[in-house]
């Protein structure tokens, strides 16, 4: 069956570093790939979107790069920020259908 | 983007009643979704509501427990019927915007506890 594997444990770092957050994907062949942050009590808000003819996608201080050989997504935050802490969910979605599977997420907190 | 409200944000109910969540966007929109997500967990599909035809329920939901009505673009409701503790959960509407179908907008979410 479909798997999707996000590190289940909090990722604890130091304010400026870089955050690096996994997606591993098994039983899957998605066409795209997208990340959403969600807070506490609150929806999921879209982030970054990275097809699979796209090595790596950039936004600002984000980063996510898609090998799918490896079949794993990566996410980074660069110079974090205690703002950044929250839940990052990895989101692939099949060819020819617009509705993504979900990850149970990675907490990420940033400490000053 | 898609700005996206739903009512009621929380709600305690007792068991064996219905709790009926709406969800209004502020544009037309082809497609919406609604997501369950319980404690923890991550967000799993409940069904995709059609306007003007019967919603699209995924494996394990079924329309007598989750009752969707989609009366226009930009307005749909989910009921869920019969509560049970088990029922208490985030429920979520999302919407796609895009002709590519490639980013969701999601509401605030409903909280529902059940008693």
């Known amino acids: 069956s479909q798997k999707i594997e996000q590190n289940s444990e909090a990722l604890n770092i130091q304010e400026g570093k870089t955050a690096t957050l996994t997606c591993n994907y098994t039983n899957y062949s998605p066409a795209y790939l997208q990340w959403y942050r969600q807070d506490p009590g609150r929806g999921p808000v879209f982030l970054l979107l990275?097809?699979?003819?796209?090595k790596e996608k950039r936004k600002e201080r984000l980063k996510v790069t898609f090998d799918t050989t490896l079949k794993q997504s990566l996410f980074h935050i660069t110079a974090s920020q205690p703002a950044d802490s929250a839940t990052y969910l990895c989101a692939p979605v099949s060819g020819g259908s617009y509705i993504p599977t979900f990850g149970r997420g990675t907490s990420l907190i940033v400490h000053p | 983007s898609a700005v996206i409200s739903q009512k009621p944000s929380r709600d305690i109910c007792q068991r064996g009643t219905s709790l009926t969540i709406q969800c209004q966007v502020d544009?037309?929109?082809?497609?919406m979704f609604w997501y369950r997500q319980q404690p923890g967990q991550s967000l799993t599909l409940i069904a995709t509501a059609n306007q003007g035809s019967e919603a699209t329920y995924e494996s394990g939901f079924v329309i007598d427990k989750f009752p969707i009505s989609r009366p226009n673009l930009t307005f749909s409701t989910l009921t869920v019927s019969n509560m049970s503790p088990e029922d208490s959960s985030i429920y979520l509407c999302?919407?796609?915007?895009?002709?590519?179908?490639?980013?969701?907008?999601f509401g605030p979410g409903t909280r529902l506890t059940v008693l």
């Open positions: 990275i097809r699979e003819n796209e």
């Open positions: 544009s037309q929109v082809t497609m």
């Open positions: 999302s919407v796609v915007t895009s002709g590519r179908g490639d980013t969701q907008y």
